[in-house]
């Protein structure tokens, strides 16, 4: 490289006072819904979404409705009512997209989550979000905070039907150790939007799992960055779409600390006509970020015909000074191999199928780490199955 061309890209990589965008595929972040205009569907981050199955809800229409709410809380964490002022003061991640910054403005206040520093709860915070009717619309503004050095599991499980859009933040304070996961499991005609977007202390540690099984329309937006050194995110997901259904999935690391890892692992598998499942990682590698390591993968498995499976994985790096960067991507239908093996020792061929998809999910709901939650998608991956490819078959007993 020429010298006047290394001063051209050292120029381009220097920060000034002027904003700027961070990534093509993750805008600004703003709660002024002027610098989130309607989506046209042209757009790079909204192409594979199908906007008129929103039934109307990127327009913003002011709500009162609410889900229920049912909540196992163990003692030391609590649970509390806050303003959106409030939410801002104690350092939420303002909106990058359209939704959230609707379900910002709308939801009149937000529910503060709160585990004290150094405390270590044992069992999991368990919240329970039903809704009545997909004619609800609801906005829903959630902000989970773990204070230094304390360790704990929320868990969020979302069920029934309803027109849902919220923004929650998780806020890992200095070497916390914090496990969420939120369970999209709603009834067939449900449309949700969902951002969670996650700030990891330093040296903390975090795991975010988004697991969607039911839902019409299901757009699930998760994003990380880093407020110090030493700090890891691990990202797992797991969807399983039916006929009809698209299920996305849209992931964003931003290695804006040195020092820092993530690691992304998100797993489908599709069945019936019209099923569509959407993978985006995309890991954004800072000037600042020396030293970091980041992987991002994505596997589905196709079970029958006529569905369609986008997964695009992107890496932005603007150094070379790092540990590690890659990422993997792969759409196959069932390994010949592996049915061929099964069957040859006298497995019949739809247990073999069985069995394959199930080995196939096992390494990620065992990540989970709460027992009942992992018997629960266990259980529910064994339901999808019976809906199409194990349609009239009887399981062998274990």
């Not at 080995?359 to 027992?371: E, H, N, T």
Request: charged share 25%; with cysteine; glycine share 10%.
């Amino acid at each position: 490289m020429t010298d006047a061309a290394r001063e051209s890209v050292q120029a381009a990589l220097e920060q000034d006072d002027r904003p700027r965008i961070v990534s093509h595929l993750n805008p600004p972040p703003s709660y002024d819904l002027g610098d989130h205009p309607v989506p046209t569907g042209r757009e790079e981050t909204w192409r594979f979404t199908p906007l008129k199955r929103l039934r109307g809800l990127l327009d913003g229409e002011a709500s009162d409705a609410r889900l229920t709410w049912d909540q196992s809380v163990p003692e030391g964490v609590t649970v509390r009512t806050i303003s959106q002022a409030e939410a801002r003061e104690l350092g939420e991640i303002a909106p990058n997209d359209r939704p959230a910054a609707l379900a910002a403005a709308n939801s009149g206040g937000a529910t503060l989550v709160d585990v004290p520093a150094e405390a270590e709860v044992d069992e999991p915070v368990i919240i329970r979000l039903h809704g009545e009717s997909v004619d609800d619309l609801v906005w829903g503004h959630l902000v989970l905070r773990f204070g230094h050095h304390s360790k704990a599991t929320v868990v969020l499980v979302h069920t029934g039907s309803a027109r849902y859009c919220a923004i929650t933040t998780v806020l890992a304070g200095e070497g916390s150790q914090v496990n969420v996961l939120s369970l999209q499991d709603w009834d067939d005609d449900a449309v949700h939007l969902g951002r969670d977007a996650i700030q990891v202390g330093r040296d903390a540690s975090v795991r975010h799992t988004s697991v969607s099984f039911g839902g019409d329309l299901v757009r699930m937006h998760a994003n990380v960055e880093y407020s110090g050194p030493g700090g890891e995110a691990e990202l797992l997901g797991l969807y399983f779409a039916d006929e009809g259904q698209h299920l996305e999935h849209r992931l964003f690391a931003d290695h804006n600390a040195p020092k820092t890892k993530s690691n992304v692992l998100y797993k489908g598998a599709l069945q019936g006509q019209g099923a569509h499942t959407v993978w985006i990682g995309n890991v954004l590698i800072r000037q600042v970020a020396e030293g970091i390591e980041t992987y991002e993968e994505n596997r589905n498995l196709v079970l029958t015909e006529g569905c369609q499976a986008d997964s695009v994985p992107n890496l932005e790096i603007e150094t070379g000074e790092i540990e590690g960067a890659g990422h993997a991507s792969a759409t196959a239908r069932f390994d010949d191999e592996q049915l061929f093996y099964l069957r040859s020792r006298g497995v019949s061929d739809k247990e073999a199928r069985r069995l394959v998809l199930h080995g196939f999910f096992q390494d990620l709901i065992r990540k989970v780490g709460v027992p009942e939650i992992e018997e629960r998608l266990t259980a529910t991956v064994e339901d999808e199955l019976a809906k199409n490819v194990l349609k009239g078959y009887e399981p062998v007993p274990t």
